[in-house]
């Protein structure tokens, strides 16, 4: 062990000394460059996917259903949605859904102060999703104030995801989208309806969020 000058080890060497026993590291010998990081992505076929995430979801009390084709998605909206207005995204797949021109639902909203309004009163929110992950049952969306908004704010949340986008989990979607952040305001990950047990431990869900969410996963 080195010594400080006059013979007595200062209390850094001391601490590092016990560090390098622990280690069985000798003083001065050469330190190994940690491994590279690897990420193991288990490989799930799409329908195990589908499975896994609809199993995650609805534990959390989400509803998780199946749509052959975009056209399929706009006739489950129809049945899902709450009686009152409802506010859609701006997301392209909504539009492609046919959803955007329903009856009753407000879309292409871009002053907040106006969405904000709209969202606070809407029976229900439809936005697309960028991702989905099937370990956890979560929803990723990577946009702008707007969709947030509409997420967030009405008591049910509607969300149409294609199944290609439904990945295992945080590994794949952050070797796909390594810097999510870097073109958009917000990412978000949604993870079943909102829910709080801070007050008594007594589990309430809608407390800071949708108390309802459904998701419309499509095959096309």
């Given amino acids: 062990m080195a010594e400080a000058e006059g013979g007595e080890v200062t209390a850094r060497e001391e601490i590092l000394g016990r560090v390098r026993a622990a280690l069985g590291r000798n003083p001065g010998q050469p330190v190994k460059p940690p491994a590279a990081p690897r990420l193991r992505i ?81 029976a229900c929110g439809i936005t697309g999703a960028d991702y989905g992950m099937a370990q956890t049952g979560s929803l990723v969306t990577i946009a702008a104030n707007e969709s947030r908004l509409v997420s967030l704010l009405p008591p049910v949340h509607i969300a149409l995801l294609r199944l290609s986008r439904l990945l295992t989990g945080l590994d794949e979607f952050y070797t796909l989208v390594p810097k999510p952040a870097g073109g958009a305001c917000s990412t978000v990950f949604i993870t079943g309806p909102s829910r709080s047990a801070d007050i008594e431990m007594i589990l309430v869900r809608g407390v800071h969020g949708p108390k309802a969410i459904h998701v419309i996963v499509v095959e096309e």
């Fill in 42 to 122: 288990p490989e799930i076929p799409a329908d195990e996917r589908f499975g896994l995430f609809q199993t995650r979801l609805e534990a959390l009390g989400g509803k998780v259903y199946r749509a052959p084709a975009l056209a399929d998605a706009g006739r489950l909206v129809t049945q899902i949605r709450p009686p009152g207005p409802a506010v859609a995204s701006n997301a392209p797949i909504l539009r492609e859904a046919g959803i955007t021109s329903l009856p009753d639902i407000l879309t292409g909203l871009t002053e907040e102060s106006r969405l904000r309004d709209v969202c606070a009163s809407a």
